[in-house]
């Protein structure tokens, strides 16, 4: 038996998968697998140890700035909960200030800490707009996430090219049409080549 799965934890229940799928995890390629595991789904999965609170820190400013604020191209990494397979893609961010502005890091830093849980894409777009609409207290936000899922391009109908898009609308960017669609005109006419 392979020190990697010593215990009851994680790396062991990771050993037992490996035997269930027919493999004899004390393999050499596999030996160490266990916990190379473990600390992948860890490392994909922090998010969960994250507060909104330590995404932002201090960085929210008083601005009597009223115009759109746009961070286009976040890259999302995140795992499926239905088949803990990967989707990526990217975030588009805006909101209209009320008096107040965040860091423009601190946006993809919300991002980074939804995306890094076990998640859909529906329930982040969401996140993400709350999470923004919460600390700003803004005249509305805007989120459209692009990605595509490995669930759909590796198994089940194996469709390599589909793409799932989701917006969330907040506040004016759900309420003023033109609000929305300048907002989703910057969002779709990205710079982002797939």
Request: with cysteine; charged share 25%.
């Amino acid at each position: 038996m392979s020190n990697t799965k010593a215990g009851d934890g994680f790396a062991a229940e990771v050993h037992h998968i490996l035997e269930a799928l027919g493999e004899d995890p004390d393999r050499p390629g596999l030996r160490r697998t266990p916990a190379r595991v473990e600390a992948s789904l860890r490392w994909l999965t922090r998010g969960y140890s994250m507060s909104v609170q330590d995404a932002v820190g201090d960085a929210v400013f008083e601005a009597a700035h009223q115009s759109m604020i746009m961070v286009r191209d976040i890259e999302v990494y995140s795992l499926c909960e239905h088949h803990l397979l990967p989707f990526y893609g990217r975030a588009h961010v805006a909101y209209i200030p009320n008096g107040r502005i965040v860091g423009l890091s601190k946006l993809a830093r919300i991002v980074e800490m939804f995306s890094r849980r076990l998640q859909v894409q529906e329930r982040l777009t969401d996140q993400i707009a709350d999470a923004v609409m919460d600390v700003l207290q803004p005249g509305g936000v805007g989120v459209v996430i692009d990605a595509a899922h490995f669930c759909m391009m590796m198994r089940g109908v194996e469709k390599q090219n589909s793409r799932t898009v989701t917006s969330a609308l907040r506040g004016a960017f759900r309420d003023d049409s033109k609000t929305r669609d300048e907002f989703l005109r910057l969002a779709h006419n990205s710079g982002y080549n797939r």
